[in-house]
């Protein structure tokens, strides 16, 4: 047998609520000394008023289920402007309701944030050069921004719903990510960052892929290198040829006297080596310049930082170094270039201690998924920092410049990074190498 539905069960028990009254009520009225038409009148309202009591009863226990069943049912629906009356704490009909009201308010304030939020990011991708899409689990495109439409050339209505194939975007969601590649779309050609990620979606995997163009941000890197390196060659040429020249007019001039002085071959001997001195110091400018811009590759292989550090320390012959010994660790990286980077490094603490009377420390230590290597020296410290990166700046004499833009290069293409500053509780500088554990 099928269950009674709630309702016919709350008007059975209202029913079966004033049965028994009503049926006393009918014994003594029948039973009494009552004429005919006055039993049959009693009769008829007993029975009518019991039928509506019941009835009632069962009203006002399910017209408030259906109002909360129609609120919920527009909540549900996204309709959070309906409210309903009576809604007050005095009894517990009235707290439901209240509760209701406080949910449709709370879900109207929550849809106004996602909307506002929504169209904000809708705004800015819509404003953003950088290229946005969305494809989900078959691969097909479900959502694209202007610049994605500009760099395929096609309006947003022909291009969603094509897979990833159809739109010549397939490597791109393939390989490692980042990557940076050169490639032809239809609307735009050049280099292009590809960073590739994952989110769900009405519980559904999707992939989404940003494209950023490069090229204007290149050529303006590219623009600015050129200058600083016509800056830098142009001051060192022109350093170096001056001299020559002022020299080389003063022993042409002295060749062509007829009444020369008796010492004027000591002169010319004297004019020539200055040529030569100036001539070799350009070379090795030009020497120093290729050595910085022709950086090969690392070559990955096992590297035990202690023996790296000890055999570094081991070749510097002009100041006893103190080791700091951190825990047995190994690195993944071309031994070769750190053994240049610690070298640049040592001979500079070194270089500085010795103009004080101080001492030069090198120690190690792992951190957060990385060996971090400082050389502490006690020297006099940095006077200008902003421009110990720069090539070819230097503050000793004779130095080339390069030494702690080499030691970056190389830092850098070891997935590590390089800096250099003033220590603040005691004298002298710090240079600080991270290089991860694994590469």
Request: with cysteine; aromatic share 6%; hydrophobic share 45%.
């Amino acid at each position: 047998m099928k269950p009674l539905l709630y309702e016919r069960r709350i008007l059975l028990l209202a029913l079966a609520a004033g049965l028994g009254s009503t049926i006393v009520a009918l014994i003594l009225l029948w039973t009494g000394a009552y004429s005919s038409k006055l039993q049959w009148t009693l009769t008829v309202v007993l029975v009518i008023a019991w039928l509506s009591f019941a009835f009632s009863a069962q009203s006002r226990v399910v017209f408030p289920l259906r109002t909360l069943s129609n609120l919920l049912a527009a909540l549900r629906e996204g309709d959070f402007s309906i409210r309903a009356r009576g809604a007050n704490s005095e009894d517990a009909l009235g707290e439901v309701l209240r509760e209701v009201n406080a949910l449709g308010e709370t879900l109207r304030q929550q849809r106004l944030g996602a909307l506002e939020a929504t169209a904000l990011l809708r705004k800015v991708m819509e404003e953003i050069d950088v290229a946005v899409f969305a494809f989900d689990g078959a691969g097909r495109l479900r959502l694209v921004n202007r610049a994605g439409e500009r760099i395929l050339s096609q309006p947003e209505e022909r291009l969603l719903g094509l897979t990833a194939d159809d739109l010549g975007l397939a490597e791109c969601l393939e390989g490692e990510t980042p990557k940076i590649e050169q490639i032809a779309f239809p609307g735009k050609s050049g280099r292009w960052e590809i960073h590739r990620g994952s989110f769900r979606e009405a519980g559904l995997a999707h992939q989404l892929l940003v494209i950023t163009d490069l090229s204007r941000a290149l050529r303006e890197e590219e623009r600015q290198a050129w200058q600083r390196l016509i800056r830098v060659l142009g001051h060192e040429l022109n350093n170096s040829l001056a001299p020559i020249k002022s020299v080389a007019e003063n022993l042409g001039s002295m060749l062509h006297r007829k009444d020369r002085a008796p010492d004027w071959q000591e002169d010319m001997r004297s004019g020539l080596n200055i040529i030569a001195a100036r001539t070799d110091g350009l070379a090795r400018f030009m020497s120093a310049y290729a050595r910085l811009a022709k950086l090969p590759p690392p070559v990955f292989q096992p590297v035990d930082v202690g023996v790296w550090i000890r055999r570094v320390v081991g070749l510097e012959p002009r100041l006893p170094v103190k080791i700091d010994a951190g825990p047995e660790t190994k690195i993944q990286a071309d031994p070769d270039q750190l053994e240049q980077l610690l070298i640049n490094l040592l001979r500079n603490a070194v270089d500085a201690a010795l103009e004080t009377g101080g001492g030069v420390h090198v120690g190690w230590e792992r951190e957060n998924g990385s060996v971090r290597v400082w050389v502490q020296d006690e020297g006099p410290g940095i006077p200008n920092a902003a421009n110990l990166f720069v090539p070819f700046f230097t503050t000793k004499q004779g130095g080339s410049g390069i030494g702690l833009v080499l030691s970056r290069q190389i830092a850098e293409a070891h997935g590590g990074s390089l800096t250099l500053e003033n220590r603040e509780s005691h004298r002298g500088c710090e240079a600080r190498l991270r290089l991860p554990l694994n590469n």
